[in-house]
T-cell receptor, first 112, second 113 residues
Framework: RKEVEQDPGPFNVPEGATVAFNCTYS??????FFWYRQDCRKEPKLLMS???SGNEDGRFTAQLNRASQYISLLIRDSKLSDSATYLC?????????????FGTGTRLLVSP | EPEVTQTPSHQVTQMGQEVILRCVPI?????FYWYRQILGQKVEFLVS????????KSEIFDDQFSVERPDGSNFTLKIRSTKLEDSAMYFC???????????FGQGTRLTVV
């Protein structure tokens, strides 16, 4: 089983739509979770950290379910500029802190 | 806004040559990393560096790879004898004290021919 699994997409949605991405992770000892955004041939950029209580940043909402080892990202009112690949990222605990494990990413295409 | 900077943005090298990729992490950050991304694949961890030593490395980071922080600002990745399969985007990242989230530089695209 992959350490971090995501649906690769692409998700094609019209502007204004709500879209949700899911991610599962295999290591139950993982403690830190993030969503990064990556534009084509660019660096990953931190979108938001994910907390057990869930957190929201404008149009973006992230949720964590530790029991199911499941992370989600909801984007409301999609903009053209949201088109990118969304990377689910989990830290690998033990043997050295702050080692991030990336999913393969879910590609989002927002069309006019 | 502080950022991680990397040079060069693109490097083309012949197989067997040595390359050095350079990074300037965010100035008050303490933890430094190299990741790589082969075209079309996921971002993969290479190595983490703290307190002037490697804290962890992946199985990819073999004897051909080394890292160094030669002064207070630069952080380098050296590949001693490049192979075709080393062609990838190499990202430097850094994170601050007590923080897990890492901030990435814009990457160096390494092409081995």
């Amino acid at each position: 089983r992959k350490e971090v699994e995501q649906d690769p997409g692409p998700f094609n949605v019209p502007e204004g739509a709500t879209v949700a991405f899911n991610c599962t992770y295999s290591n139950s000892a993982s403690q830190s979770f993030f969503w990064y955004r990556q534009d084509c041939r660019k660096e990953p950029k931190l979108l938001m950290s994910v907390y057990s209580s869930g957190n929201e940043d404008g149009r973006f909402t992230a949720q964590l379910n530790r029991a199911s080892q499941y992370i989600s990202l909801l984007i409301r009112d999609s903009k053209l500029s949201d088109s990118a690949t969304y990377l689910c990222v989990v830290n690998r605990p033990g043997g050295g802190f702050q080692k991030l494990v990336f999913g393969t990413g879910t590609r989002l295409l927002v069309s006019p | 806004e502080p950022e991680v900077t990397q040079t060069p943005s693109h490097q083309v090298t012949q197989m067997g040559q040595e390359v050095i990729l350079r990074c300037v992490p965010i100035s008050n950050h303490l933890y430094f990393y190299w990741y790589r991304q082969i075209l079309g694949q996921k971002v993969e961890f290479l190595v983490s560096f703290y307190n002037n030593e490697i804290s962890e490395k992946s199985e990819i980071f073999d004897d051909q790879f080394s890292v160094e922080r030669p002064d207070g600002s630069n952080f380098t990745l050296k590949i001693r004898s490049t192979k075709l399969e080393d062609s990838a985007m190499y990202f430097c990242a850094s994170s601050g004290r007590g923080r897990v989230e890492a901030f990435f530089g814009q990457g160096t695209r390494l092409t081995v021919v």
